[in-house]
């Protein structure tokens, strides 16, 4: 089946697709990663996405959606995860076109919920390999070695968009523009919530269970 993995900054999307990937062999599609990807690689497109990235905001509409379109267009017969896309309604109504287009359907959308205060000690506290991407957090998940990726040894870092002040614009982009398609999916008849205050592995399973 393939998901809309859907929440706000902080929620857990990328952890559990993660262990979505490992354990399932589901294909992550993050948004997010992409641009990072492009950003490192200083392609056209992550010179046009840093400026928004590095504010907090939205990337425009426009630019995201032709990213994923030339993605969906590549993907082989695997299920996959929609993570951090669709974040607008324009870029949900685009989703059902490109999908439509391509035979190709969302299964559920998922919605991790998890309060707000939970969330800044999330995004204050997370690091981030600078060469895998791998997720940690300074509490919950540290590296073995301080500043050492366990994955791949690569420095671990903290995201330019997860210092205190950018955080809030991130988390009021959320609310304005991503917190409504819930309305959007519950009358598709695809939303499904998951409670993301919980560990890890049992967040990992409540997910497992409402795409099974
Ligand atoms: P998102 O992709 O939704 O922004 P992440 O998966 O990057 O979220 O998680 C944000 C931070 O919270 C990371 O530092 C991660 O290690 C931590 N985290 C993720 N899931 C949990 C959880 N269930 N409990 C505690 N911390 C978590
Ligand atoms: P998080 O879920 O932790 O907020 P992401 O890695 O998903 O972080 O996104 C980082 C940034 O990339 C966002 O703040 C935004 O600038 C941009 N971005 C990612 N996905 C989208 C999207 N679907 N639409 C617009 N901008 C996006
Ligand atoms: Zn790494």
Same mark, same amino acid.
């Given at each position: 089946?393939?998901?809309?993995?859907?929440?706000?900054?902080?929620?857990?999307?990328?952890?559990?697709?993660?262990?979505?990937?490992?354990?399932?062999?589901?294909?992550?599609?993050?948004?997010?990663?992409?641009?990072?990807?492009?950003?490192?690689?200083?392609?056209?497109?992550?010179?046009?996405?840093?400026?928004?990235?590095?504010?907090?905001?939205?990337?425009?509409?426009?630019?995201?959606?032709?990213?994923?379109?030339?993605?969906?267009?590549?993907?082989?017969?695997?299920?996959?995860?929609?993570?951090?896309?669709?974040?607008?309604?324009? &870029?949900?109504?685009?989703?059902?076109?490109?999908?439509? &287009?391509?035979?190709?359907?969302?299964?559920?959308?998922?919605?991790?919920?998890?309060?707000?205060?939970?969330?800044?000690?999330?995004?204050?506290?997370?690091?981030?390999?600078?060469?895998?991407?791998?997720?940690?957090?300074?509490?919950?998940?540290?590296?073995?070695?301080?500043?050492?990726?366990?994955?791949?040894?690569?420095?671990?870092?903290?995201?330019?968009?997860?210092?205190?002040?950018?955080?809030?614009?991130?988390?009021?982009?959320?609310?304005?523009?991503?917190?409504?398609?819930?309305?959007?999916?519950?009358?598709?008849?695809?939303?499904?919530?998951?409670?993301?205050?919980?560990?890890?592995?049992?967040?990992?399973?409540?997910?497992?269970?409402?795409?099974?």
């Amino acid at each position: 089946m393939n998901i809309v993995l859907f929440g706000a900054p902080g929620a857990g999307k990328g952890t559990q697709s993660t262990l979505l990937v490992e354990r399932l062999g589901m294909v992550q599609i993050s948004t997010g990663d992409l641009f990072r990807a492009a950003i490192k690689n200083k392609t056209e497109l992550g010179q046009k996405a840093q400026s928004f990235m590095d504010k907090g905001e939205l990337v425009p509409d426009s630019i995201v959606i032709g990213m994923v379109d030339e993605v969906l267009a590549k993907l082989e017969n695997k299920s996959f995860i929609l993570d951090g896309f669709p974040r607008t309604s324009a &870029q949900a109504e685009a989703l059902g076109k490109i999908l439509s &287009q391509r035979a190709l359907e969302i299964g559920k959308a998922v919605f991790l919920e998890v309060p707000r205060e939970e969330l800044l000690g999330r995004l204050t506290g997370r690091r981030v390999c600078k060469s895998c991407g791998a997720v940690y957090h300074v509490q919950s998940k540290p590296t073995k070695v301080a500043g050492v990726c366990d994955v791949c040894g690569g420095e671990v870092i903290q995201r330019n968009d997860d210092k205190e002040d950018v955080i809030a614009t991130r988390l009021k982009t959320y609310e304005e523009n991503t917190l409504p398609l819930r309305t959007y999916f519950k009358e598709l008849n695809k939303y499904v919530e998951v409670n993301g205050a919980q560990d890890t592995e049992t967040v990992f399973s409540n997910i497992k269970r409402v795409i099974s």
